[in-house]
């Protein structure tokens, strides 16, 4: 029986450690899309993705992670940049909108590699700046955050959430 999306949304975790195991491409082909039609600030799409499966690239990238070395062992971590082509639409300031558009992308990518039985982790720990300029990105693109993808080899416990009284305050 299908899972909803609410249950898939409360038993994803984030994982940090994978198993020796490749993805399949048809998996990563679906990831691909998770990111794509996640939504975008007037549909301008100033969000770019790139996937990283080499483990020498992989390493180097988390040199750049302070201190989180389980990066490296990741059989796939993805680079997710904002666009400053965003200026363009919205005028200077506005890379938020890019921020939250590749935010999007990132929550729906967790969402995906949960439903076809991979783990995933959303790090924003790095140092951007390194993180351009070992992967030379072109100019413009700079990484919000990364997100590693893989087998789990390990069974994270359920956080702990703050209740709705805490978390919703109703205006009415």
């Known amino acids: ?48 993705f790139f996937f990283i499966r080499s483990p020498q690239l992989i390493r180097s990238v988390a040199e750049e992670c302070f201190d989180h070395a389980w990066i490296a062992r990741a059989p796939l971590v993805v680079i997710c ?16 909108f890019a921020i939250q558009d590749v935010s999007a992308s990132i929550q729906n990518l ?14 924003c720990a790095f140092d951007e700046a390194g993180l351009e300029r070992r992967l ?13 993808v893989g087998y789990a080899d390990e069974d994270p416990p359920v956080p702990d959430r703050v209740g709705p009284g805490e978390a919703v305050t109703w205006l009415d």
């Open 81 to 96: 940049c904002r666009d400053d082509r965003i200026d363009e639409h919205y005028g200077p300031g506005s890379a938020r």
């Open 136 to 148: 030379e990105l072109p100019p413009g693109l700079h990484p919000v955050a990364l997100v590693t």
């Open 110 to 123: 967790l969402l995906a590699a949960h439903a076809d039985g991979l783990g995933s982790c959303w790090v």
């Open 1 to 48: 029986m299908a899972k909803t999306l609410l249950e898939t949304i409360r038993e994803r975790r984030s994982v940090r450690a994978y198993r020796d195991r490749p993805i399949e491409p048809e998996k990563i082909d679906r990831l691909v899309q998770a990111l794509i039609w996640a939504p975008s600030s007037g549909n301008f799409q100033c969000r770019r």
